[in-house]
């Protein structure tokens, strides 16, 4: 008894802390965000005015923000997939093949994501500038003959959002790559060496061994995933293109801060920042339901 | 024959995969290179092709960002806020993760919950309410000790990067908590330790690769964070990518590029370093999602 | 590791040292600023006009007035000015930001009335010049509606550091090509389809931010000013009818002559090598304003490159040319302290000796009686101020003040109206869509 009085006081002792602050800066703030969300208000003054659940409706009819919401879906699907399966690949190749210099891939893959988005937009705006002196273009130009015209990565409006999409798959590759890395490098190896003896081939042992054992390990990738790539097209879009050319690359984020500030309705900027903070929770939640396998145990 | 054959499949898979690793790898080494080499142009050169090499060694543009734009002051800022978010962090994360973890409890469930939807909860919406709160915590103050504490302080700004990261923190921390053996527990309490012992003498040694990479990623977060750090010290205290602000292009004004690209270079040296001493740890911490729970 | 945590302890103590007598020092500088002599805050844009100017003014009127000054420039100043007059704490006594800057703030303040009623500064002296601000100020800037957005009759927002945009040009290669200087659309375009034959585009722009005065321009200039002045008080049959919709076409036509690369290059990062793009010869005309020049100065050009600026062309031969009159603004917020100070601080601004000083640091001209005899005959601006006495006409852009509606965005740079220019130029609207979409935002902002 005294031992279970002891643990409690233990406990709450080591979770007070954490939830104090927690509470304090982001439950609070997430609570003032719905309440903003139910005002009319410019963010300057001290005007204003209950609307309650208007934003919402307008939000829903708002065809620019539906456009917005789209295109934060397709950067999400897109990344996600392209990123986890070239990140495995590698990761598998550099965990279990025979390959050179595994350090320094190691180490100098993870590197974009120790960049900061300033600096990965700049490193973009010089490989997607649209004369012949951008580097995608004139390495294109090489494959193409006289009369080609270079692409305008930044300015297609069909071409953009892949474009921002690319820079985003280059700065994550080496962070879901190094997680995957963990976590193979941690299936023992006698279950290969079987295969190997079965005859298995290279891709059945990758589908067969490695991602079923690590198969928890990326559904947790699946909501890091949604969450950074939310986060992660604002921050690209707002340096690389400002949501241009007009409007093609808008992202949620990017469209509540031109609502908030720059279109001057800070309440509408939060009834968006509501919206998107409930729909990544119930997509993440989706998948995590959708994916849940019996674990495998080795 | 057969054997032939398989040694070139072998050739060409290993042909395939090192210009795979190598394409990716050179497309991210040029590109660093190119903003270190960008960082020591004169203006002038960054009007030509932007690959060409630069026609001489022009250190003026750190001089300048270091002293004129006055990167050196919020270098220093930027170090008190990274270094107080990263201690205040551990110190609250760490129990808390470890207890989540490691021990059931009423109501555990409802705090799993509660810090899982913190990650769905974005900095860039919830900024504007922090400020309100911390506005009128200051203007309370300020009607008892006439002093304004909480908003243009570098410690609070470190104190709010510290709560932020929580959700994360405490999820991959307890992630890696939960693949400990319960042996070590055990062994502790028949060593008489206690609770608290057997954390900080047991549980949290051993997860240090863990706390490593909690380290690194949230250096990462806090040293290059720009809308906290802008909105909660608005007058006073900015840090490196506030002023990385100041440093691009003013709208109708002449661009500064070289000094621009040696003030990324003053705001990317540090974490390039920091991860170059830490990587080895790093795939060691990143065990989680619990490949046994 | 445990040497890790000692380290960060220990540097996290000496900082924590530091930064303590940092506060200090702050402190010590506040209480300098004792009651009796109030400081005056002024905060603004650091942008293309540099501090130089500012800093001069602001030592002579300290010297004068025996107050001091505090002031701070900032390039993203609409983001850190935000917080502030949220707090309404330090909030400064003088903003100076032009409506239509990057960020929204200025507008965001009008739509808020958040703005000092200043009429009665045109009644104040300019120094001892014997004349008021009203009568030193430029007639036509004070009731523009930049500066009396609510059509009140009262002044808030005081104009500042006017010039002339327009469209600029490599003089010489129309010269040496042989090409004469469109007056108008018709001979716009054929000097487009001229020069599209020796592979040179006739229009280019930074970015769609510069439509607010080259199109106004054009409305203007195709509708007419009654016209035009309904359709910036967001009138819907204005906006509807035939004669704008003709704007939209030409804009639409023009949109064919748009140099390839400008829509990828018209953001933020890019904008700088659609400028170019005039310096390089490929493309003909630039809407721009003063600043040019001096933005570029260090960027290479073909040789033989000569400045040239022109108004926008006439709609009809005879018709009205029109160049926009891009002018700034400085304001008091309703919660400033020293109302007074800065409003005898926006009376100096006017004076000769003031906008000398702005002048020869930094090139800013005030848009006072008397400007003139700081803009020499050899003085290269005079290219730009010159502009109004060889035939053109001042246009003035701005919008009412109008309720903002959530979700329509008709007047930001990437607002409907200017920001939908990229997709004209892309191709992916037509001009009918275009104005379609005006015409509903403008019903929407009416509602």
Same mark, same amino acid.
């Given at each position: 008894?005294?031992?279970?009085?002891?643990?409690?006081?233990?406990?709450?002792?080591?979770?007070?802390?954490?939830?104090?602050?927690?509470?304090?800066?982001?439950?609070?703030?997430?609570?003032?965000?719905?309440?903003?969300?139910?005002?009319?208000?410019?963010?300057?003054?001290?005007?204003?005015?209950?609307?309650?659940?208007?934003?919402?409706?307008?939000?829903?009819?708002?065809?620019?923000?539906?456009?917005?919401?789209?295109?934060?879906?397709?950067?999400?699907?897109?990344?996600?997939?392209?990123?986890?399966?070239?990140?495995?690949?590698?990761?598998?190749?550099?965990?279990?093949?025979?390959?050179?210099?595994?350090?320094?891939?190691?180490?100098?893959?993870?590197?974009?994501?120790?960049?900061?988005?300033?600096?990965?937009?700049?490193?973009?705006?010089?490989?997607?500038?649209?004369?012949?002196?951008?580097?995608?273009?004139?390495?294109?130009?090489?494959?193409?003959?006289?009369?080609?015209?270079?692409?305008?990565?930044?300015?297609?409006?069909?071409?953009?959002?892949?474009?921002?999409?690319?820079?985003?798959?280059?700065?994550?590759?080496?962070?879901?790559?190094?997680?995957?890395?963990?976590?193979?490098?941690?299936?023992?190896?006698?279950?290969?060496?079987?295969?190997?003896?079965?005859?298995?081939?290279?891709?059945?042992?990758?589908?067969?061994?490695?991602?079923?054992?690590?198969?928890?390990?990326?559904?947790?990738?699946?909501?890091?995933?949604?969450?950074?790539?939310?986060?992660?097209?604002?921050?690209?879009?707002?340096?690389?293109?400002?949501?241009?050319?007009?409007?093609?690359?808008?992202?949620?984020?990017?469209?509540?801060?031109?609502?908030?500030?720059?279109?001057?309705?800070?309440?509408?900027?939060?009834?968006?920042?509501?919206?998107?903070?409930?729909?990544?929770?119930?997509?993440?939640?989706?998948?995590?339901?959708?994916?849940?396998?019996?674990?495998?145990?080795? | 024959?057969?054997?032939?054959?398989?040694?070139?499949?072998?050739?060409?898979?290993?042909?395939?995969?090192?210009?795979?690793?190598?394409?990716?790898?050179?497309?991210?080494?040029?590109?660093?290179?190119?903003?270190?080499?960008?960082?020591?142009?004169?203006?002038?050169?960054?009007?030509?092709?932007?690959?060409?090499?630069?026609?001489?060694?022009?250190?003026?543009?750190?001089?300048?960002?270091?002293?004129?734009?006055?990167?050196?002051?919020?270098?220093?800022?930027?170090?008190?806020?990274?270094?107080?978010?990263?201690?205040?962090?551990?110190?609250?994360?760490?129990?808390?993760?470890?207890?989540?973890?490691?021990?059931?409890?009423?109501?555990?469930?409802?705090?799993?919950?509660?810090?899982?939807?913190?990650?769905?909860?974005?900095?860039?919406?919830?900024?504007?309410?922090?400020?309100?709160?911390?506005?009128?915590?200051?203007?309370?103050?300020?009607?008892?000790?006439?002093?304004?504490?909480?908003?243009?302080?570098?410690?609070?700004?470190?104190?709010?990067?510290?709560?932020?990261?929580? %959700?994360?923190?405490?999820?991959?921390?307890?992630?890696?908590?939960?693949?400990? %053996?319960?042996?070590?527990?055990?062994?502790?309490?028949?060593?008489?330790?206690?609770?608290?012992?057997?954390?900080?003498?047991?549980?949290?040694?051993?997860?240090?690769?863990?706390?490593?990479?909690?380290?690194?990623?949230?250096?990462?977060?806090?040293?290059?964070?720009?809308?906290?750090?802008?909105?909660?010290?608005?007058?006073?205290?900015?840090?490196?990518?506030?002023?990385?602000?100041?440093?691009?292009?003013?709208?109708?004004?002449?661009?500064?590029?070289?000094?621009?690209?040696?003030?990324?270079?003053?705001?990317?040296?540090?974490?390039?370093?920091?991860?170059?001493?830490?990587?080895?740890?790093?795939?060691?911490?990143?065990?989680?999602?619990?490949?046994?729970? | 590791?445990?040497?890790?945590?000692?380290?960060?302890?220990?540097?996290?103590?000496?900082?924590?040292?530091?930064?303590?007598?940092?506060?200090?020092?702050?402190?010590?500088?506040?209480?300098?600023?004792?009651?009796?002599?109030?400081?005056?805050?002024?905060?603004?844009?650091?942008?293309?006009?540099?501090?130089?100017?500012?800093?001069?003014?602001?030592?002579?009127?300290?010297?004068?007035?025996?107050?001091?000054?505090?002031?701070?420039?900032?390039?993203?100043?609409?983001?850190?000015?935000?917080?502030?007059?949220?707090?309404?704490?330090?909030?400064?006594?003088?903003?100076?930001?032009?409506?239509?800057?990057?960020?929204?703030?200025?507008?965001?303040?009008?739509?808020?009335?958040?703005?000092?009623?200043?009429?009665?500064?045109?009644?104040?002296?300019?120094?001892? +010049?014997?004349?008021?601000?009203?009568?030193?100020?430029?007639?036509?800037?004070?009731?523009?509606?930049?500066?009396?957005?609510?059509?009140?009759?009262?002044?808030?927002?005081?104009?500042?550091?006017?010039?002339?945009?327009?469209?600029?040009?490599?003089?010489?290669?129309?010269?040496?090509?042989?090409?004469?200087?469109?007056?108008?659309?018709?001979?716009?375009?054929?000097?487009?389809?001229?020069?599209?034959?020796?592979?040179?585009?006739?229009?280019?722009?930074?970015?769609?931010?510069? *439509?607010?005065?080259?199109?106004?321009?054009?409305?203007?200039?195709?509708?007419?000013?009654?016209?035009?002045?309904?359709?910036?008080?967001?009138?819907?049959?204005?906006?509807?009818?035939?004669?704008?919709?003709?704007?939209?076409?030409?804009?639409?036509?023009?949109?064919?002559?748009?140099?390839?690369?400008?829509?990828?290059?018209?953001?933020?990062?890019?904008?700088?090598?659609?400028?170019?793009?005039?310096?390089?010869?490929?493309?003909?005309?630039?809407?721009?304003?003063?600043?040019?020049?001096?933005?570029?100065?260090?960027?290479?050009?073909?040789?033989? *490159?000569?400045?040239?600026?022109?108004?926008?062309?006439?709609?009809?031969?005879?018709?009205?040319?029109?160049?926009?009159?891009?002018? +700034?603004?400085?304001?008091?917020?309703?919660?400033?302290?020293?109302?007074?100070?800065?409003?005898?601080?926006?009376?100096?601004?006017?004076?000769?000796?003031?906008?000398?000083?702005?002048?020869?640091?930094?090139?800013?001209?005030?848009?006072?009686?008397?400007?003139?005899? *700081?803009?020499?005959?050899?003085?290269?601006?005079?290219?730009?101020?010159?502009?109004?006495?060889?035939?053109?006409?001042?246009?003035?852009?701005?919008?009412?003040?109008?309720?903002?509606?959530?979700?329509?965005?008709?007047?930001?740079?990437?607002?409907?109206?200017?920001?939908?220019?990229?997709?004209?130029?892309?191709?992916?609207?037509?001009?009918?869509?275009?104005?379609?979409?005006?015409?509903?935002?403008?019903?929407?902002?009416?509602?």
């Amino acid at each position: 008894m005294k031992r279970n009085k002891e643990k409690n006081i233990f406990v709450a002792l080591c979770l007070a802390p954490a939830l104090l602050l927690f509470t304090i800066f982001m439950v609070i703030p997430t609570l003032n965000v719905f309440y903003i969300s139910t005002l009319k208000w410019g963010g300057l003054s001290a005007n204003k005015t209950f609307v309650g659940l208007k934003n919402y409706t307008i939000l829903f009819e708002d065809m620019n923000f539906i456009a917005s919401l789209q295109n934060t879906i397709l950067i999400i699907v897109i990344v996600t997939i392209i990123t986890m399966v070239v990140s495995l690949i590698f990761a598998s190749i550099i965990v279990r093949e025979d390959i050179k210099f595994k350090n320094f891939f190691r180490v100098i893959f993870y590197i974009p994501n120790i960049l900061s988005v300033v600096v990965i937009s700049s490193i973009f705006a010089q490989i997607y500038d649209p004369s012949t002196n951008g580097l995608l273009n004139s390495i294109l130009g090489l494959f193409n003959g006289e009369g080609w015209t270079t692409i305008k990565f930044l300015g297609d409006q069909g071409i953009v959002i892949y474009a921002i999409i690319g820079a985003m798959i280059w700065q994550a590759i080496g962070y879901y790559m190094v997680m995957y890395m963990a976590s193979i490098s941690a299936i023992p190896e006698h279950l290969y060496e079987a295969a190997q003896i079965a005859g298995a081939s290279r891709f059945t042992q990758f589908t067969r061994i490695t991602i079923p054992l690590i198969w928890n390990n990326i559904r947790t990738t699946l909501t890091f995933f949604i969450i950074s790539s939310i986060n992660l097209s604002f921050l690209f879009v707002k340096v690389m293109t400002s949501g241009g050319p007009d409007g093609a690359s808008e992202t949620v984020l990017s469209y509540l801060y031109s609502q908030a500030y720059t279109n001057a309705s800070y309440g509408y900027g939060m009834a968006i920042g509501a919206v998107v903070f409930i729909l990544s929770f119930i997509l993440s939640g989706a998948i995590s339901k959708a994916t849940k396998r019996d674990v495998l145990e080795y | 024959m057969k054997k032939i054959k398989n040694m070139s499949t072998e050739k060409l898979f290993k042909f395939f995969v090192y210009s795979a690793l190598l394409t990716l790898a050179v497309s991210i080494i040029i590109p660093v290179a190119w903003v270190f080499m960008a960082s020591i142009k004169e203006n002038s050169e960054f009007y030509a092709n932007p690959w060409n090499l630069p026609m001489g060694v022009y250190f003026e543009n750190f001089k300048i960002a270091f002293i004129e734009a006055k990167m050196g002051e919020y270098f220093m800022n930027s170090v008190i806020a990274t270094t107080i978010g990263l201690v205040v962090l551990l110190l609250v994360a760490l129990p808390a993760a470890y207890v989540l973890a490691r021990f059931n409890f009423k109501g555990k469930k409802f705090v799993d919950g509660m810090l899982m939807a913190g990650l769905f909860v974005n900095v860039n919406y919830i900024v504007v309410p922090i400020f309100l709160m911390l506005l009128g915590a200051d203007n309370m103050i300020y009607d008892l000790i006439e002093q304004e504490l909480v908003l243009n302080n570098i410690f609070v700004l470190g104190i709010v990067y510290a709560a932020t990261a929580i %959700p994360f923190t405490v999820y991959l921390l307890s992630s890696f908590f939960r693949t400990l %053996p319960k042996a070590y527990e055990e062994a502790a309490e028949i060593d008489g330790c206690g609770y608290f012992k057997t954390m900080t003498k047991v549980m949290i040694p051993l997860a240090m690769p863990s706390i490593v990479t909690v380290l690194l990623f949230n250096f990462l977060a806090f040293w290059n964070e720009y809308i906290l750090a802008l909105t909660l010290n608005p007058s006073s205290g900015k840090t490196l990518p506030v002023g990385l602000m100041s440093l691009m292009q003013a709208s109708r004004g002449k661009a500064e590029y070289g000094v621009l690209y040696a003030g990324l270079v003053i705001v990317m040296l540090p974490t390039l370093i920091l991860y170059i001493l830490v990587q080895k740890k790093l795939t060691q911490g990143m065990t989680m999602g619990g490949l046994k729970d | 590791m445990k040497k890790l945590f000692k380290v960060l302890l220990a540097s996290l103590l000496c900082l924590g040292l530091v930064g303590c007598s940092a506060d200090t020092d702050d402190n010590a500088g506040d209480a300098t600023g004792t009651p009796e002599t109030p400081v005056l805050k002024i905060a603004g844009l650091d942008g293309g006009y540099g501090s130089a100017g500012w800093e001069a003014v602001i030592a002579n009127f300290e010297a004068a007035e025996g107050v001091s000054v505090e002031l701070q420039l900032e390039k993203n100043i609409a983001e850190v000015l935000r917080p502030v007059i949220n707090s309404g704490k330090d909030i400064p006594d003088l903003v100076y930001l032009a409506v239509g800057a990057t960020g929204g703030l200025t507008e965001a303040m009008i739509s808020e009335k958040q703005i000092l009623d200043i009429s009665d500064v045109l009644d104040m002296q300019v120094g001892a +010049e014997g004349v008021t601000v009203g009568e030193k100020l430029l007639p036509g800037f004070t009731d523009a509606l930049t500066s009396s957005p609510y059509q009140d009759g009262s002044l808030y927002l005081a104009p500042i550091n006017y010039g002339p945009c327009g469209l600029f040009y490599d003089a010489n290669l129309l010269a040496t090509k042989g090409w004469e200087l469109p007056t108008t659309w018709a001979e716009m375009f054929e000097l487009g389809d001229l020069a599209a034959a020796e592979g040179i585009a006739l229009f280019t722009y930074p970015t769609t931010g510069y *439509f607010d005065a080259f199109f106004s321009a054009v409305l203007n200039s195709v509708v007419g000013p009654e016209q035009y002045a309904k359709l910036m008080t967001y009138d819907v049959a204005a906006w509807e009818s035939e004669s704008t919709k003709e704007a939209f076409a030409l804009v639409g036509k023009l949109a064919g002559y748009v140099e390839e690369n400008t829509v990828a290059n018209a953001n933020g990062e890019g904008f700088t090598k659609n400028q170019l793009l005039i310096l390089d010869n490929k493309a003909i005309f630039c809407p721009n304003g003063t600043w040019l020049p001096g933005e570029m100065a260090e960027a290479p050009r073909t040789e033989g *490159f000569e400045w040239g600026f022109t108004s926008i062309p006439a709609y009809t031969e005879g018709g009205d040319a029109y160049a926009t009159t891009f002018v +700034e603004q400085m304001y008091i917020p309703t919660s400033a302290e020293n109302a007074d100070l800065a409003k005898k601080f926006i009376a100096y601004c006017y004076s000769d000796e003031a906008a000398a000083l702005f002048y020869t640091n930094g090139g800013a001209v005030m848009p006072i009686v008397g400007n003139e005899k *700081f803009i020499t005959a050899e003085d290269p601006n005079s290219l730009y101020y010159n502009i109004y006495n060889t035939g053109a006409k001042a246009n003035a852009v701005g919008f009412a003040a109008i309720e903002k509606v959530e979700g329509v965005d008709l007047t930001s740079a990437d607002g409907i109206l200017y920001g939908t220019v990229n997709s004209v130029v892309a191709g992916t609207k037509t001009v009918e869509e275009w104005h379609a979409d005006v015409v509903e935002a403008v019903k929407k902002l009416n509602k």
